[in-house]
Structures are given as structure tokens and as C-alpha cells.
């Protein structure tokens, strides 16, 4: 029987195009750190290939030193001295970036009704942003971030999605096994991966994802009606004798 929920943020929780959302990001987060001299297109390639280390982490580091060593390794150890300047723009300048992203007040809605429910309920989205950001992010749909039991952030996981070892860590500390797990998300490839580690998913489809057209049609989706109806649904299907 389902105990717990694993939703997954951008797309999922937060309505969002992640197009016009990662370039207003890239661009608030250039003017904030040209004055340090970072050139706005390598500051980009540095990203990315910060990111592109998170997500080939093996669990041996956590993902923040993943991205930092990445980082510095294009901009020299002087980036290290500057991750204040960083750390600022993600507390004073990114919360703006709120305006380029939807709102759906069925996120919060759901979540809260599944919390008065009995469900435990936790935030598995891909930790590649620092703890501030996410914690955000996490206000922008309506919510706190207390309503979870877990956010995962760079600064807290070794793996990133698709790895199924991800989710194979988020089971260990939360106590649960696959069985017990619904993912919510709407990545065909990120939040699938969940199935590799037992956990069932719903793909939310508001906001879907599927970059190499997975086939999909055999997984549980629709809307935020149509994941409480399927929760709702699969609770009467374990109570029948």
C-alpha cells in the first residue's frame, strides 16, 4: 500500500516552460556576476558543465562538490573566494525569476489534502540547485518547504535522475520500500527511472516531458483531479478483501 509521494518540483509542483526558464535564469545570474568578470557565455558552459557533473555522480561526493570542482576547474580556484557572490544571487536575485514560471493552485491543494490524509510526502526533484533556490522554488507553487519530509538539494544527494540509485537513496532514508512509494513527476526519462528502483510514478502531464518520445501509454496519468482520483482509487483497492 502507498505510504509515501515523491514529487518531483519543475513541470510537476510549478508550471513551467524550462526553455524560458533556463535562459532567464542564465541571464539574471550573467549580470550578477559580470562585474566579477565572468564572461556571460563561458559563465553558461561553466554551468552546464557543472550540472552535467552532478548528474554523472556516482554517490561518491555529494553534488554540490560535484559542480564546484567542475566549476572551478574552467575559471581557476579564484571561483571559490566568489561563492558568496553566488550564494547572494540565489538568496536576493533568483526569487525575481518567479514571474517566468505558472502557477497552478491544484499543486498546493493536492499536496495539502494528501498530508491531511496520512501520506508522508517528500520532494524529489533532481538536486542540482542549492538548498535557497529550491526552497523557493518550493514557494512559488503555494507551499513551505516544512510540508515535506524531504527536499532533496545539491547540497544533500550524491545522485542525480535518471540514476535509479537517486531514488534507491531517497528509500534508504526515508525508511520505505519501493511498494510503499507513488513518484509524481513529468519527465518520461527523469521520474520513469523511478520504476528501476520499485517505486510506481504518475506522470502529471501539464507540463510533459518526453524528449525521445517514450512510450507512455501504459503509465497513470493526467492532471492533478486525476492524481487524487487515482490515489483515491488504488487506497479502496487495497481495503477490498
Not at 33 to 46: C, F, I, S, T
Not at 177 to 185: A, K, P, Q
Amino acid at each position: 500500500m502507498i505510504h509515501m509521494i515523491l514529487f518531483d518540483l519543475d513541470g510537476t509542483l510549478l508550471p513551467m516552460d524550462q526553455e524560458v526558464f533556463t535562459r532567464a535564469y542564465f541571464r539574471r545570474l550573467a549580470e550578477k556576476l559580470a562585474p566579477r568578470g565572468y564572461d556571460p557565455e563561458q559563465l553558461v558552459k561553466g554551468i552546464w558543465e557543472g550540472t552535467e557533473a552532478m548528474v554523472r555522480n556516482d554517490g561518491s561526493r555529494i553534488n554540490e562538490k560535484a559542480f564546484w570542482d567542475c566549476f572551478s576547474r574552467r575559471f581557476g580556484e579564484r571561483v571559490l573566494a566568489d561563492k558568496p557572490v553566488f550564494e547572494a544571487f540565489y538568496r536576493e536575485d533568483f526569487p525575481s525569476l518567479a514571474q517566468v514560471c505558472g502557477h497552478n493552485s491544484q499543486a498546493a491543494e493536492t499536496v495539502r489534502s494528501l498530508r491531511q490524509q496520512g501520506f508522508r510526502l517528500a520532494l524529489a526533484t533532481n538536486p542540482i540547485f542549492p538548498a535557497v533556490a529550491t526552497e523557493s522554488r518550493v514557494r512559488w507553487t503555494g507551499l513551505e518547504p516544512e510540508e515535506f519530509e524531504l527536499i532533496t538539494t545539491y547540497e544533500n544527494t550524491s545522485f542525480c535522475k535518471p540514476n535509479p540509485s537517486y531514488y534507491r537513496d531517497i528509500l534508504l532514508r526515508l525508511g520505505c520500500r519501493g511498494e510503499e512509494c507513488l513518484m509524481v513527476g513529468n519527465d518520461a526519462q527523469e521520474d520513469l527511472a523511478a520504476r528501476e528502483a520499485g517505486i510506481e510514478v504518475f506522470l502529471l502531464t501539464d507540463c510533459l516531458i518526453n524528449k525521445t518520445n517514450r512510450p507512455i501509454a501504459g503509465c497513470p496519468q493526467g492532471g492533478f483531479a486525476d492524481l487524487r482520483r487515482y490515489i483515491s482509487e488504488r487506497a479502496e483497492e487495497r481495503k477490498q478483501p
